[in-house]
Structures are given as C-alpha cells and as structure tokens.
C-alpha cells in the first residue's frame, strides 16, 4: 500500500486542488520497500565498495547481474557467487540498522552458445538462479557491453533452450542491443527489437521476456502495446534512472562526458519522454532495474576504451522519485519501485514500508574509488528510516 502525506491546505486549495498542485503538496511518500530488478555488484573488493549501497536503499532484493570476468554461467558458478555476496553482505548487517535485513541476491544464468538446456532448467529448479540473462556478440566476440563477449553468436542455435524455459516458465532477462558493427550506435535497440526479439516472442509465446534497461521509445512503444492486456502479459521492461533523467546531449556536455556513458547510451530527447511517459504514467509493464554499474575512476575515465556504466545504487529510489515528482505522477511511484512484475523473478510485494521525504540530499561525489551519477549535486527527496 502508497500511502502520500501533504502538507496542510492553504486557503486557496480549500475548494478542490488540482491533480498538480495536489503533488506539489506532498512532501512524504511511504510505499513497500522495493526490489532493483537489475544490478550490477562485481565482486571482491568492489562489491564490498558498492552492495552496503543498495542495502542502504531498502532493497529486499536485486537481480544480480552475472557479467563477471569469468561469467556466472553454470550452476557451480553461481552457487559460489551468491555465497560470496552472503559472506559480504552478513559482514555488514551484523550491528548495523534494520535497513540490511532480508535482503535476497537473485541469481542468473549467464546464456552462453554451450549452455544446456537442462542445465538451465536444473539450475531453476534447485532455486540456484531465477532467471537466464542474454547478451549478445557478434561474430568477432565483440559484445555490446561490459563482459559480453561470451554472450551469444547463434541466437537461432539457443531456441531449444528457450523451449526450456518457455515449458517452465523461466524468465529470459534480454540485453537488446544488436552488436554489429555497421549498425547505427542510436538505433541498436530497434534493430534487435525487429531482428531478435520479435521472432523469439513469436516462436515462444509463453516465455516470460524482460527488456532490460530499455532506453528507445520505440522500443517502449512495441513493449507496452504487446498483447493483449497486462493480466496476462509475458513480455516486460525494466528502465534505470539515469535514462529517466538524461538524454545523449549529456555525454557531450563540456566535452566528452565518460559519467554519463553507458550501454544502452541515452538516446536523443523524444526517446526519452516517451519512455518516461510510459514509466511515470503509471504503465504496469515498465518497473525500477537500476542498471547500477560501477567502475573505478581509472576505468572510467581513461581516454580509449572507457568503461561503459553508471552508478546510480547510493541515491536510486531518490533519484526515480525525482523523477515522478517531476511528472506530477507521485502516486505511480510505488507500483514501479515495489510491485510490478515482481511474481516474474519469483518475488512478492513486501510486507515492510519505506519513506521517502521531501527533504534536500546531496548526492555524493565518489563512493570508494567510484564516481556517482549526478555526484555533488542535490536531489529533492531522501530516503529515510
């Protein structure tokens, strides 16, 4: 349950507030805690750096993305990843507030051209993963982002894994991005939403697809006009803050901009609202995935090769509410932080709350050795509690 607080009625607002100037009223939202549907952690020494940032966010959960130098691609891999996580997380809840309590890593099964389809099936069987991501590479091994470059070659020669997973209901967590080189760097996610996931839908009709971090309006456009109505629908996004907040000007403010470079890259203005259209108007099929994707200074800013990724995890949920804020479309904000689609990763809407406050935040400039989106500047909302 949302429950939103205003501030007291002044005498002009005694008759009857418009639905604007009710949102300008609120200052205090308290909704579910709520689940990142997309994360990304790394491992050893960073991980400690970065996974007490979204314990901090209230999370009860995250969908841990499997992208790692050695890609968490088989059920031995991912039972030793989640335990390290375990370890790193128990490190920092004992002693430490409430907020680091029940917070569940949910696994993936990096999908490679050698995986099997029983492995895929036994690994979510046994409750090791909770879904299988998709990245995609070119013939060359050129992925389209960070660690991709094991992803798939022969996206026809994975269908007997999909009819897997279509069978039991697996969830299939898709990179869409199409990673030839002679396709337009602005136009990735369309061309794959034509080329590759189009025929997959068409061919499992039942497999339950997650568009991460979807950034092309167009691309929003076919996701939420899939189907025939959201009770029943299959076919999901998730959609960061970051491109809820930028467009591709930003990463040539002032020159080349590597914070603001990431894959999916932020597309021109008219994409962007109308994702954020979707998004904050309260669309059913479109929830919170951070896309949180930390790298260290050196990495990111070093002048070929630049990592791609940004950081979002310290200020997330205030930068999303931000966002709603912004829209006038507060009373939207719960749904896409702590409910919709959650039964798709195996998740219910949590039992516990969380508040939100109209109250300045500044956002912090570096965490570690890692760079912040929007690092020094102030946000209008905190999480409190």
């Known amino acids: 349950m949302t429950r939103i607080y205003a501030r007291p009625l002044s005498p002009r607002f005694l008759t009857s507030p418009s639905p604007i100037e009710r949102n300008k009223m609120l200052n205090r939202i308290t909704i579910p805690r709520w689940f990142d549907r997309h994360l990304h952690i790394r491992d050893s020494e960073m991980m400690k750096t970065v996974l007490p940032c979204t314990l901090k966010q209230r999370a009860t959960g995250a969908i841990i993305m499997p992208n790692l130098a050695d890609p968490i691609s088989s059920i031995e891999k991912a039972k030793a990843y989640r335990e390290r996580i375990t370890v790193v997380y128990q490190a920092h809840a004992e002693g430490t507030p409430g907020y680091y309590s029940r917070f569940e890593p949910c696994m993936t099964c990096y999908l490679t051209d050698s995986t099997s389809p029983d492995e895929v099936v036994r690994g979510f069987q046994e409750g090791v993963w909770r879904a299988v991501k998709l990245y995609m590479a070119n013939q060359k091994g ?3 982002t960070t660690g991709s470059a094991h992803g798939v070659k022969d996206l026809l020669g994975r269908y007997p894994v999909f009819e897997a997973m279509e069978k039991h209901k697996i969830p299939l967590l898709g990179h869409f991005e199409a990673v030839e080189e002679d396709v337009d760097e602005f136009d990735r996610e369309i061309v794959s939403v034509d080329r590759d996931l189009k025929p997959i839908l068409k061919s499992f009709p039942g497999l339950p697809v997650v568009f991460e971090h979807l950034t092309d309006g167009r691309a929003a456009d076919f996701v939420a006009g899939y189907g025939c109505c ?4 299959t076919l999901f996004a998730t959609v960061t803050a970051h491109h809820l907040m930028i467009n ?6 002032g020159g080349m901009n590597a914070g603001h470079y990431c894959k999916p890259v932020p597309k021109r203005e008219s994409h962007r609202q109308r994702v954020r259209k979707y998004v904050t108007g309260g669309h059913r099929r479109f929830g919170a995935g951070t896309d949180s994707a930390p790298h260290d200074e050196q990495m990111k800013s070093r002048c070929y090769g630049c990592a791609a990724g940004i950081f979002t995890a310290p200020t997330a949920v205030e930068m999303y509410t931000t966002a709603f804020d912004e829209d ?10 702590s409910e919709n689609f959650l039964g798709t990763y195996g998740m219910r809407v949590s039992s516990e709350q969380m508040t939100i406050e109209r109250t300045p935040l500044k956002v912090p400039v570096k965490v570690g050795a890692v760079q912040v989106f929007k690092g020094g500047t102030e946000l209008p909302w905190k999480l409190v509690g």
């Open 248 to 253: 591709r000007n930003a990463m040539f403010w």
């Open 142 to 144: 050129q992925g389209g």
């Open 328 to 337: 006038n479309a507060l009373e939207h904000l719960g749904a896409f932080l």
């Open 230 to 233: 959201d009770e029943h629908a």
